[in-house]
């Protein structure tokens, strides 16, 4: 059998039941959570026929029109489909990575969760400082969601996709002054990036304040 075949095959058997979707045609299948997704992505190889296991956290917080691996781990080694024990490989790795989709959807299972994590992070990229300032909005700690939206606004940034970011971030910053419209903003997010990765609209309660 083809190896792509084999691994959508062994992919649908294990992961279906557990309520993840193919994402079209490609190697990408993905369990639904609204406002974020969980995803396990069978990677080819530039050199050889085979395939690379990632599962990653997707937030549709910010606008995008495809898969992104926010939070992210690879499995290893490279599943080579060029050896004899490929297949007995592949099912390994796919009931692996089942596993560890499961750990991080139960890990991620609130904002605050979230806000946690984005709160450890040493090193503050970009998108660290963006998604901390978002769960901490979320949790209603305005003081940090400004100080993460802060170093945003006062980087200087040469990249396209970086000065886009920054704006967001400004935005984000000027709406927190409005509880009501930081979260409108976000539903419109994340119901835009939905609409261009052409997956169904999910309800309108997406993201919500704790009570």
């Known amino acids: 059998m083809d190896h792509n075949k084999l691994i959508a095959k062994n992919a649908k058997e294990t992961l279906k039941p557990l309520g993840f979707v193919r994402s ?7 369990k639904d959570n609204g406002w974020w997704a969980v995803i396990i992505e069978f990677q080819p190889s530039s050199f050889s026929k085979g395939t690379y296991v990632n599962i990653a956290v997707n937030h549709f917080l ?10 992210s781990k690879r499995l290893s080694p490279f599943a080579d489909a060029q050896t004899d024990d490929f297949e007995s490989t592949l099912e390994s790795m796919v009931s692996q990575a089942a596993a560890v989709a499961q750990e991080l959807q139960n890990k991620f299972s609130s904002v605050k969760a979230f806000f946690d994590y ?8 970009i998108w660290n400082s963006l998604y901390a300032g978002i769960f901490s909005a979320l949790l209603g700690n305005t003081k940090k969601a400004k100080e993460s939206f802060q170093i ?4 200087v940034y040469s990249m396209g996709w970086e000065l886009a970011i920054q704006s967001r971030a400004k935005d984000l910053m000027f709406l927190l002054q409005d509880e009501k419209a930081f979260i409108n903003s ?13 997956l169904e609209t999910a309800n309108g ?3 919500k304040l704790p009570e």
Do not use: A, P
């Open 152 to 155: 945003i606004c006062d980087d």
């Open 118 to 125: 984005y709160q450890s992070m040493e090193q503050r990229t």
């Open 62 to 71: 910010y606008e995008s029109s495809g898969w992104t691996f926010h939070i």
């Open 205 to 207: 309660n997406l993201v």
């Open 186 to 198: 976000l539903h419109g997010t994340i119901l835009r990036s939905r609409s261009m990765m052409g």
């Open 24 to 30: 079209g045609k490609s190697r990408i299948w993905f």
